[in-house]
């Protein structure tokens, strides 16, 4: 599945409608102990990374799958948001326009 940030049709392309997926990630409490001992010093918070790159793999094999059902090659217009649930948990939403290429 191709996925664009490109906003407009292409020409021979048909639009199928949108697509979306999401998630909600949250990190355990000794992650979370230990990523606000980091906090005080500074610096990268790996474990809080590779939590949102998880969570983005995640959501974005659903959208694919979505538009996949649809019967679409491609999605276009994809854009992530993300949203803090509670403390220790954030979502994760992309969502596009599910595209096919015209016979």
Known sequence: MEL?????LPNNCEPLGIVCGSTIQS????SDFG?????????ELK???EMMEK???????RM???AEKMGADAVIGVRYATSAIM????EV???GTAIRKKA
């Open 4 to 8: 664009y940030t490109i906003e407009t």
């Open 35 to 43: 990523q606000g001992l980091k906090s005080i010093v500074g610096g």
């Open 55 to 61: 969570a983005r793999n995640k959501a974005t094999n």
């Open 93 to 95: 939403l992309v969502y």
């Open 27 to 30: 990190k355990n409490f000794v």
């Open 47 to 49: 474990s809080y990374n």
């Open 64 to 66: 694919i799958e979505q």
């Open 87 to 90: 403390a220790q948990a954030a």
